[in-house]
């Protein structure tokens, strides 16, 4: 069974810093894509970052690129997320996903972000 | 981006009933690279389609996508009560991999 596990996430300021960590367990971590996909409070799902399974490649939604930084360790099965100069628009659930083709096939039960003085 | 737009934004339906979704997109989804989610509260989304019209592992035959192009549609032939959820489209084919705002399909 697939199992991902958000952590990371908590109350910071504007412009501060986050890094979020998702440990994957029961799939083939260097083989998958992985994503994050977050939910603000009431909201849809707004796709934030992708990456390849060799870590190559990232992808990043318009209004996180410059910000964000995506990367894993294959040999920690971890995906990262760095989040910088964090907004009040950045609070959201965000979720670590396991991508099958570009979908996300498997989901974390999230982790939430709160950006607030 | 591409946009996707979902309509409609809730649909009242009682338990039996037929569901049709609808996900248009603003540009056209390269190899009908789109993908549906139902979303139940406090729960994480569950993948049930992708590649327009191919079900996720385990996800009952009640459930059926189609589409091409801009046009795609997620169909629910006969509404059980763990099917009142939110469902969202989302098109895979390009960065960045976008979201529609999402149906609420609930009890009429």
């Known amino acids: 069974e697939v199992q991902l596990l958000e952590s990371g996430g908590g109350l910071v300021q504007p412009g501060g810093s986050l890094r979020l960590s998702c440990a994957a367990s029961?799939?083939?971590?260097?083989?998958?894509?992985m994503s994050w996909v977050r939910q603000a409070p009431g909201k849809g799902l707004e796709w934030v970052s992708g990456?390849?399974?060799?870590?190559?490649?990232?992808y990043y939604a318009d209004s996180v690129k410059g910000r964000f930084t995506i990367s894993r360790d294959n040999s920690k099965n971890t995906l990262y997320l760095q989040m910088n100069s964090l907004r009040a628009e950045d609070t959201a659930l965000y979720y670590c996903t396991r991508d099958q083709g570009w979908e996300s096939a498997d989901w974390g039960q999230g982790t939430q972000v709160t950006v607030s003085s | 981006e591409n946009v996707l737009t979902q309509s409609p934004g809730t649909l009242s339906l009682s338990p039996g009933e037929r569901a049709t979704l609808s996900c248009r997109a603003s540009q056209s989804v390269g190899k009908n690279y789109v993908a549906w989610y139902q979303q139940k509260p406090g729960q994480a989304p569950r993948l049930l389609i992708y590649d327009a019209s191919s079900r996720a592992t385990g996800v009952p035959d009640r459930f059926s996508g189609s589409g091409s192009g801009t046009e795609f549609t997620l169909t629910i032939s006969r509404l059980e009560p763990e099917d009142f959820a939110v469902y969202y489209c989302?098109?895979?084919?390009?960065?960045?991999?976008?979201f529609g705002q999402g149906t609420k399909v609930e009890v009429k």
């Open positions: 029961g799939l083939s971590f260097s083989t998958s894509g």
């Open positions: 989302q098109q895979c084919a390009t960065s960045p991999r976008t």
């Open positions: 990456i390849t399974s060799d870590g190559g490649t990232t």
